[in-house]
């Protein structure tokens, strides 16, 4: 079966400026997962999708970043404006559903540097 | 508030070497622990532990869930350069199934 695809796959720009990163995932998959990793950490949720909806954007900076999930399927994450913090790896990820027994599967990430 | 953490953070370790990767975690409504590989890319799921399911082995990788001490280990044994990666351990809790990582043990395998 095909992966959780993303794009782009790096991305550099400067603070202040804005950003998007779309993600497709698995066809089926009715859980979708963003996530920030900063280098040297674990994998930091910011939103969680079940089909359109949103479960958790507790961790969601709501000033700047924001996500949609149109139809259910694929998802756009933004930041607007970007600041030097926001310097990561976002992966997305899908599953199948909330009680599927093997997780989540990952998508390859987004590298962003903002300078 | 959900925590995660792993011990050691990072380790090094020679081939053939047998290394216990530690996991421990505080969340409400405990459904999983999930086990991850992160080489350079995207972490790869290894195994999934539940209140049903608290043994899981796959090669020369397995992995225990002790509910009572809300912790989990991970072992590897006759290790290869191969196994080089950074583990992560997820934790699940409440229905949501959000998952909480802790920071993940960096394993470096020595010829």
């Known amino acids: 079966e095909a992966g959780v695809a993303q794009s782009p796959r790096y991305k550099i720009i400067e603070k202040r400026q804005s950003v998007a990163f779309w993600c497709n995932p698995i066809?089926?998959?009715?859980?979708l997962y963003w996530y920030q990793q900063i280098l040297g950490q674990g994998p930091k949720l910011l939103i969680q999708?079940?089909?359109?909806?949103?479960?958790?954007d507790s961790q969601l900076p709501k000033d700047r970043f924001s996500a949609e999930r149109l139809k259910g399927v694929d998802s756009t994450l933004k930041i607007q404006p970007a600041k030097l913090e926001d310097s990561a790896v976002y992966l997305c990820?899908?599953?199948?559903?909330?009680?599927?027994?093997?997780?989540?599967?990952f998508g390859p990430g987004t590298r962003l540097t903002v300078l | 508030e959900d925590k995660v953490v792993q011990s050691p953070l990072s380790l090094v370790v020679h081939e053939g070497d047998t290394v216990t990767l530690n996991c421990s975690y505080e969340?409400?409504?405990?459904?999983?622990l999930l086990w991850y590989k992160q080489e350079k890319k995207a972490p790869t799921f290894l195994f999934m532990l539940?209140?049903?399911?608290i043994e899981k082995k796959s090669g020369r990788l397995s992995s225990i869930l002790d509910k009572k001490e809300l912790s989990s280990i991970l072992n590897i044994t006759a290790t290869q350069t191969g196994d080089s990666a950074i583990y992560l351990c997820?934790?699940?809790?409440?229905?949501?199934?959000?998952?909480?990582f802790g920071p993940g043990t960096r394993l470096s395998v020595l010829p």
């Open positions: 990820a899908s599953r199948a559903g909330t009680r599927a027994i093997r997780g989540q599967y």
């Open positions: 066809s089926g998959h009715a859980t």
């Open positions: 999708f079940q089909n359109n909806g949103v479960v958790d």
């Open positions: 969340v409400t409504n405990f459904r999983s």
């Open positions: 539940t209140s049903s399911g």
């Open positions: 997820a934790v699940g809790g409440n229905y949501g199934q959000n998952f909480v």
